[in-house]
């Protein structure tokens, strides 16, 4: 069993600052890629930035200048320090983690985390 396990959320004036964070436990063989996601109220789930097991990073638009994620491979966690926030950077954030797992076999596929809360107001 895998596990991600999300903190950090809450709620920020804009212009504001949050730092997410994102452990996996479990049964655990390697990591590929981590990411943020959100969903805000009556919206799709929409990606906000991924970091591969060699660091290489990818923003959204609107995430970009703002939004640094980062991860630490020997805590499997992954960061989104997340500045300058806007009211329409608030809803539910996500952590997403493709994680390999050996048990009596290997097997490879996406996690999801319960998701935090972020209000951002203006």
């Known amino acids: 069993q895998v596990q991600l396990v999300e903190s950090g959320g809450g709620l920020v004036q804009a212009g504001g600052s949050l730092r997410l964070s994102c452990a996996a436990s479990?049964?655990?063989?390697?990591?590929?890629?981590m990411g943020w996601y959100r969903q805000a109220p009556g919206k799709q789930r929409e990606l906000v930035a991924t970091?591969?097991?060699?660091?290489?990073?990818n923003y959204a638009d609107s995430a970009k200048g703002r939004f640094t994620i980062s991860r630490d491979n020997a805590k499997n966690t992954v960061y989104l320090q997340m500045n300058s926030l806007k009211p329409e950077d608030t809803g539910v954030y996500y952590c997403?983690?493709?994680?390999?797992?050996?048990?009596?076999?290997?097997?490879?596929?996406?996690?999801w985390g319960q998701g935090t809360q972020v209000t951002v107001s203006s």
């Open positions: 997403n983690a493709f994680i390999m797992v050996r048990t009596t076999t290997f097997q490879a596929r996406n996690y």
């Open positions: 479990g049964s655990i063989f390697s990591i590929n890629t």
């Open positions: 970091i591969a097991s060699g660091s290489v990073t």
